[in-house]
């Protein structure tokens, strides 16, 4: 699949959906913590973070000690994901937008012009920058999904790209937020994502500190759309959000707790 479409149709969308929400900036359900202006200044970060890591093909993660490379515009050099007051309320300030929309075209471009095999770092088992383009597709796709939830206007993901987000999260995001995190060790614990409005069944066992791919009978199975299934893996919908739950619901619940979400 071709992620850089999906990557621009998403920050396209989550841009129009910041401008929506710009005059009072609601907090966002799906990050309580968070307003819509800490939404837009987070997801602006990293693009420009991803940025330095593809544009200089950086074999170590950058030092963002100096703040200068985020560029922020007038008026926003106090980082609002930092959040220790909470989340920051009241109209969006003004160039935000357009620094967030500045960002993310330059690091379209520079998906554009590299190869997606170059190795560069990251913060899984996958360095290279298809794995930012893949990720950052997801993510703008999550935001987008956020930012539409804090204005009652969340339209799902889409299901060609969601379905293949699934697998990838799971052999790669995961393994990674567990490592994060020193999640407890699996005891083979052995779950089921079927999707209902396509093809698409994933399986996974715990074990120890691996997931592996599994087949067979399993604990517990969650169903539902592609859409929902990858919003729940990033913590975004709760189980009986989606179409149906089989097995043992504790099996289901003690996932969060083996992949604790970032």
Excluded: K
Excluded at 77 to 91: K, W, Y
């Amino acid at each position: 699949m071709d992620h850089l479409p999906h990557f621009r149709r998403e920050i396209r969308a989550f841009a129009a959906a910041a401008r929506r929400a710009a005059a009072d900036a609601p907090v966002v359900p799906s990050c309580p913590d968070w307003s819509v202006t800490d939404l837009v200044a987070h997801l602006g970060g990293v693009h420009r973070f991803v940025s330095r890591v593809v544009e200089d093909r950086l074999a170590e993660p950058p030092d963002t000690t100096d703040r200068a490379f985020l560029r922020l515009p007038a008026g926003s050099e106090r980082r609002p994901a930092s959040l220790e007051d909470g989340p920051h309320r009241g109209p969006v300030p003004a160039g935000l937008i357009e620094w967030f929309e500045e960002g993310a075209a330059e690091l379209a471009e520079h998906f554009r012009e590299t190869g997606p095999d170059e190795p560069v770092w990251s913060w899984t088992r996958e360095r290279s920058t298809g794995f930012w383009l893949w990720v950052q597709s997801v993510e703008a796709a999550l935001h987008r999904w956020d930012a539409e939830n804090a204005i009652g206007a969340a339209a799902p993901l889409d299901a060609d790209h969601a379905a293949d987000a699934i697998g990838r999260h799971l052999g790669v995001v995961a393994p990674a937020w567990r490592a994060r995190a020193q999640a407890p060790a699996g005891s083979g614990e052995r779950l089921r994502f079927r999707r209902t409005d396509g093809p698409g069944e994933w399986t996974v066992s715990f074990e120890g500190d691996a997931i592996l791919p599994a087949e067979g009978p399993c604990d517990a199975e969650l169903s539902g759309t592609a859409s929902d299934l990858l919003l729940f893996l990033w913590h975004r919908l709760p189980a009986d959000a989606l179409a149906g739950v089989r097995g043992d619901r504790e099996a289901l619940g003690r996932y969060f707790v083996l992949v604790p979400p970032v």
